[in-house]
């Protein structure tokens, strides 16, 4: 069984930072594929950031520049530092990680950017 815990969010003023981490439990390789998603209020889940295997990593053209993905393979967690943040990063994010056929899914950390 593998189970997803995000942590690390809260309030912050818009240009302030926040560092999300999830920490995965359960048969999750070293070399499978981890990532961030988020969901604003009225819209759909989208993808952040990801991690590949290769170490092939991809952000949403959102936030280039400004958010790091990192893995720490020994310790099974993933990171994500955002940095300047904007009002339109408020939303639920969600750590997930897609394994055989399916995937497995945090339950989410909330951040909210005030302008």
């Known amino acids: 069984q593998v189970q997803l815990a995000e942590s690390g969010g809260g309030l912050v003023q818009a240009g302030g930072s926040l560092r999300l981490s999830c920490a995965g439990s359960?048969?999750?390789?070293?070399?499978?594929?981890m990532a961030w998603y988020r969901q604003a209020p009225g819209k759909e889940r989208e993808l952040v950031a990801g991690?590949?295997?290769?170490?092939?990593?991809k952000y949403a053209d959102s936030v280039k520049g400004r958010f790091t993905i990192s893995r720490d393979i020994r310790k099974n967690m993933v990171f994500l530092q955002m940095n300047g943040l904007k009002p339109e990063d408020t939303g639920v994010y969600y750590c997930?990680?897609?394994?055989?056929?399916?995937?497995?899914w945090g339950q989410g950390t909330q951040v909210t950017v005030s302008s």
């Open positions: 997930y990680a897609p394994i055989g056929t399916g995937g497995y």
């Open positions: 359960g048969r999750i390789s070293s070399t499978n594929t």
């Open positions: 991690i590949y295997p290769g170490g092939t990593i």
